[in-house]
């Protein structure tokens, strides 16, 4: 049981090259987001999915787009990458609150450095 | 504006001693509170959670504590191990959604 899978799990952009950072799960859930890492900021929502076809922006939603492109898979991209979005990015996953809060599966981060 | 604040960047116990991690919010509209583990180079995991309408609760050698009024929860751990050195970061959720708002998490180190 693979769980939340990121790939890659390291890049080294350019300032204003392009990128698809990719999620996959496995365990069936509806709700999936992205969260980006930063020293000193904790972990901040990025982009959130509550099903297939439709995205919510979260607390940094700006110099990102998302696709949900079915019920596994939740991409974010990046159009132009800036130095400032020098991060690790983790996708997460999970039921519709099936217990009274929502436990999210995290994946194991995507190191992304922009130069 | 961060409405979960973690205040304490990092903590330093010995081994066999109570570690106590802090966290601080502003939204009284947050219904439960998580918190999680992460350890280098793997994802956040999930450790215990909180309702906004108790004030404890306890598994084995975690318990977290809520001060509804102060906006307040705390996680203790006890007796540390030197497993348990990680980041812990709190986090909250608001009734009826599924979005989960981090702080900024406390680096626990438990030395022998």
């Known amino acids: 049981n693979a769980g939340v899978t990121q790939t890659p799990k390291f890049q080294v952009l350019k300032t204003g090259q392009s990128m698809t950072l990719q999620c996959a799960q496995d365990m069936n859930h509806n709700s999936m987001y992205w969260y980006r890492q930063d020293p000193g900021m904790g972990l901040r929502l990025i982009y959130y999915s509550a099903s297939e076809g439709t995205t919510d922006k979260g607390e940094v939603p700006n110099g990102y787009n998302v696709s949900r492109l079915n019920k596994r898979e939740f991409s974010l991209r990046l159009e132009s990458a800036a130095p400032s979005q020098t991060s690790v990015y983790f996708c997460a996953s999970s039921e519709d609150r099936a217990l009274p809060y929502t436990e999210a599966f995290f994946g194991q981060g995507t190191r992304l450095t922009v130069v | 504006d961060q409405q979960v604040k973690q205040n304490s960047p990092s903590l330093s116990v010995q081994e066999g001693r109570i570690s106590i991690l802090n966290c601080d919010y502003t939204n009284s509209m947050f219904d439960y509170f998580l918190w999680y583990k992460k350890y280098p180079a793997e994802g956040p995991t999930f450790l215990i959670s909180?309702?906004?309408?108790?004030d404890k609760n306890e598994d084995g050698r975690f318990t977290v504590f809520l001060n509804k009024s102060a906006k307040h929860l705390s996680l203790h751990i006890v007796p540390s191990q030197p497993g348990d050195s990680a980041v812990y970061f709190c986090a909250a959720q608001a009734e009826n959604t599924d979005k989960l708002i981090f702080g900024t998490g406390t680096r626990l180190q438990v030395f022998p």
């Open positions: 909180i309702s906004s309408i108790k």
